[in-house]
């Protein structure tokens, strides 16, 4: 059993599988089932996936790369995000 975090930014559950995301490889992919974040990872092993979104600061390495944004507004987003979700 994957002791998966929650999704950093809506706190909802994460689903961990394999998926072949560009039919040549299978990827490690981690989604959340409510907003949609994802992170993608090729290793063999899953833990260093597992691991990363756990630690939640290369998810905002993945979404800055896909999205364009920097780290510190996607920091930002989500710091307001998360203090939303405290009121
Ligand atoms: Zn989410």
Sequence with gaps: MTDLKPCPFCGHDAMIGAEDLDTYDMYWVIRCGYCGAMMYDDSEDKSWIVERWN???VVLDGISV???MSKEELKEDLMEALKEGEK
């Design 66 to 68: 896909k999205t364009g």
């Design 55 to 57: 630690k939640r600061t």
